[in-house]
């Protein structure tokens, strides 16, 4: 048996998913509870508190064994390792993954989502995500070009140690400001992505933003079908 080793932010942690949700009762508390159309217009009407509504009713646990790379171990019937953490960039996943490399086995299978450039960790191991502070505050804290080039090198690095059955992992939309504009060198092994799968099924997100477990479900058969194979 292998094992499914899994680095990333807060879609491979799981965070908020849970099965006693399911699509239908997300939607009803959305239309019958909060009294909007779907997750946008309670993201619209509720933008600066969307989080805090959800958070303080119902909590936020992460649940990493319903996230993608969890239900992929649990099919493929692979051992789970997880090293996702909410908010996090790719410094964190990068430290993780030297941390650990020495134990990866030969048919094992490393799945490294690639979070967006903005996040790093800074003093006193808190997250900072720069696409969050205001013109301001960015003033004390590195200059865009300075993340984005420590982004690339530790990427170009992963690659250079030329990791068997290591998958790059983009979630976002192929357009997305996170990862391709402002490093266009930057590659993933996914044609489809977990925003695109989830929006084009018409799966219900999360109020926090994040995909609903049957989106990860569905794009958890699609990278063993053709990513993992």
């Known amino acids: 048996m292998g094992t499914v080793w899994a680095f990333g932010c807060s879609h491979i942690a799981g965070h908020s998913l849970s099965t006693e949700w399911s699509q239908q009762r997300m939607l009803d508390w959305y239309q019958k509870k909060m009294k909007c159309k779907n997750h ?11 989080w805090k509504l959800w958070y303080e009713k119902y909590g936020c646990p992460d649940n990493a064994n319903l996230s993608f790379a969890g239900q992929t171990a649990k099919k493929i019937n692979f051992k789970y ?3 996702g953490r909410h908010g996090t ?3 964190y996943s990068y430290a993780c993954l030297l941390d650990n490399m020495h134990q990866f086995k030969k048919n094992d299978i490393i799945l490294f989502e690639l979070p967006p450039t903005y996040r790093y960790l800074g003093m006193l191991d808190r997250v900072v995500q720069l696409a969050v502070l205001s013109k301001r505050e960015l003033k004390y804290f590195p200059a865009e070009r300075t993340i ?3 982004y690339s090198l530790m990427f170009k690095d992963i690659v250079a140690k030329n990791i068997d059955n290591l998958y ?6 192929h357009d997305a400001k996170q990862i391709n504009e402002a490093l266009p060198d930057i590659f993933w092994h996914n044609k489809i992505t977990l925003a695109s799968m ?3 099924l018409g799966i219900v997100r999360m109020p926090t933003g994040h995909h609903h477990q049957d989106a990860h479900d569905q794009f958890s058969n699609y990278l063993i079908k053709e990513i993992i194979k």
């Open 40 to 50: 946008q217009e309670f993201y619209d009407k509720h933008r600066s508190n969307a």
């Open 81 to 83: 390792k997880c090293f």
């Open 89 to 91: 960039g790719i410094d």
């Open 148 to 150: 984005n080039d420590m």
């Open 168 to 173: 790059f992992i983009n979630i976002y939309h």
């Open 198 to 200: 989830s929006d084009n």
